[in-house]
């Protein structure tokens, strides 16, 4: 006959392999979990981008084509400076804005028109002595693309003797066209001059004259 302490020993017995059996388990399913968020979190990190060493190169190498763009367009100034300084003491024309206009209108000596034809202020020439490019127009209110003949120099200086004369002598059918960029006290009001005498048909040529002159200091060039 099973004694008290027999039956007793036993219930003790199986109370603790059902405890250690749900301490499994439960050991389990918290490795388990575990594992399951390890897994996520992993994937999660593989998953995501990782922009900033990317965005570093990225920018360091915008600034460096930055740099390099600064750097030629000061070249370009340096380039076309003492002529312009010079051309512009003959004929009373502010240094800055004739260097200003050549640099907006040449795309800083670097468009197809100027690089190899010289002409860096956009003179339209004749079937006969020009060459037919393809050209922006401001007409009606918008931005339209034409055929024009331009006229070929020989130098940047011939174009911009011939572009001084012109604001001094004026066209054929106005001697006065350009009075009020030679009367003009500043580089802002002969800047306006031009677009109120008919220069260019860009209505925000002016201001874009005075921005490139600010941004670059080309006041500093005025004699």
Same mark, same amino acid.
């Given at each position: 006959?099973?004694?008290?302490?027999?039956?007793?020993?036993?219930?003790?017995?199986?109370?603790?392999?059902?405890?250690?059996?749900?301490?499994?388990?439960? *050991?389990?399913?918290?490795?388990?979990?575990?594992?399951? #968020?390890?897994?996520?979190?992993? +994937?999660?990190? @593989?998953?995501?981008?990782?922009?900033?060493?990317?965005?570093?190169?990225?920018?360091?190498?915008?600034?460096?084509?930055?740099?390099?763009?600064?750097?030629?367009?000061?070249?370009?100034?340096?380039? &076309?400076?003492?002529?312009?300084?010079?051309?512009?003491? @003959?004929?009373?024309?502010?240094? #800055?804005?004739?260097?200003?206009?050549?640099? @907006?209108?040449?795309?800083?000596?670097?468009?197809?028109?100027?690089?190899?034809?010289?002409?860096?202020?956009?003179?339209?020439?004749?079937?006969?002595?020009? $060459?037919? @490019? +393809?050209?922006?127009?401001?007409?009606?209110?918008?931005?339209?693309?034409?055929?024009?003949?331009?006229?070929?120099?020989? #130098?940047?200086?011939?174009?911009?003797?011939?572009?001084?004369?012109?604001m001094r002598y004026g066209t054929s059918?106005?001697?006065?066209?350009?009075?009020?960029?030679?009367?003009?006290?500043?580089?802002?009001?002969?800047?306006?001059?031009? $677009?109120?005498?008919?220069?260019?048909?860009?209505?925000? *040529?002016?201001?874009?004259? &005075? /921005?490139?002159? /600010?941004?670059?200091? +080309? *006041?500093?060039?005025?004699?």
């Amino acid at each position: 006959m099973t004694n008290k302490w027999e039956t007793t020993h036993k219930n003790y017995d199986r109370e603790r392999i059902c405890m250690r059996k749900r301490q499994k388990r439960s *050991y389990g399913i918290l490795m388990l979990g575990i594992t399951v #968020s390890v897994f996520m979190f992993t +994937l999660f990190f @593989l998953m995501v981008p990782q922009p900033k060493k990317n965005e570093d190169s990225f920018q360091q190498a915008e600034r460096q084509r930055q740099q390099e763009i600064e750097k030629q367009r000061y070249q370009f100034f340096m380039t &076309i400076k003492p002529v312009v300084q010079e051309v512009s003491q @003959l004929y009373g024309t502010f240094v #800055s804005v004739t260097m200003a206009q050549a640099a @907006l209108e040449s795309d800083f000596g670097n468009s197809q028109l100027s690089s190899q034809y010289y002409n860096l202020f956009g003179v339209k020439g004749t079937k006969e002595t020009g $060459v037919a @490019l +393809l050209t922006k127009e401001f007409q009606n209110g918008a931005w339209v693309e034409v055929h024009e003949y331009f006229k070929v120099y020989d #130098s940047w200086r011939s174009s911009i003797e011939e572009h001084a004369q012109l604001m001094r002598y004026g066209t054929s059918w106005n001697a006065n066209q350009y009075e009020s960029v030679l009367m003009a006290k500043t580089y802002q009001e002969a800047a306006k001059g031009l $677009v109120s005498s008919g220069y260019a048909t860009d209505p925000m *040529y002016a201001q874009k004259l &005075i /921005e490139m002159i /600010e941004r670059y200091r +080309l *006041y500093e060039y005025d004699l």
